[in-house]
């Protein structure tokens, strides 16, 4: 299991995502990294078992922190933002997750990894093929979902506000904002699937808070 799934932890190689861990990093605002006793993870990416319980884990917590991922990767905001992560703690353990712009198919299917019950999440398998046969549907809704988003957010306007000038004003020069978009949520959640059903991922100790990405990639969340 890798237990710390997050925007910072995917990078965007050449030729496709790649899940990394840079081990204990530097607390920074609401995603900061709980280590109090027993517990290690980004709050807004957590899983509930893995606040209340971090010792009994499954990869069921992968699949609700993947789920998180999406979400955030779909409309550029984790579905529990909060202003500390004490804050996005408790909206992880006992609030629905905010999904008001994911576009369908994304939503149901994120909405099933976010599931409270981790018996009542997908498993990888079911997650791959739901993820693969879902992909081609979702790709215009996700990346009119996420210009209109990153639009918002580049004049300083509140989301709704921002996609409402995205879908009624002109734009002199779009494509300044459709070249950063990134490549398709689905695509990038199918491939992290993949790799996480091949792989075995666990914390590491203290590292340097700094590591070389590989090159030509980013961070996802980029």
Partial sequence: MHQDLKPANVLMAEDGPRVIDFGISRACDNQALARTGRV?????????EQLRSPRDVTA?????SLGSLLVYA????????AESPYMAGYQVMYEEPEMDSVPEPLRAITARCLAKDPAARPDLIEL????????PAVSAARDEVYFANRFGRLLGLDAATGA???RTGPLDDPG???AEAPPSVLLVGDAIVAMAGDTAFS???DEPEARSSPAGAR???D
Wanted: glycine share 8%; with cysteine; aromatic share 10%.
């Fill in 164 to 166: 409402e000038l995205w």
């Fill in 219 to 221: 961070p996802a969340g």
């Fill in 203 to 205: 914390v590491r100790p």
């Fill in 40 to 48: 290690i993870g980004t709050p807004p990416f957590m899983s509930p």
């Fill in 128 to 135: 791959h093929h739901l993820l693969d046969l879902s992909a």
């Fill in 60 to 64: 069921a917590s992968d699949v609700f």
């Fill in 74 to 81: 779909a409309c550029g905001n984790s579905p529990f933002e």
């Fill in 176 to 178: 300044d904002i459709a």
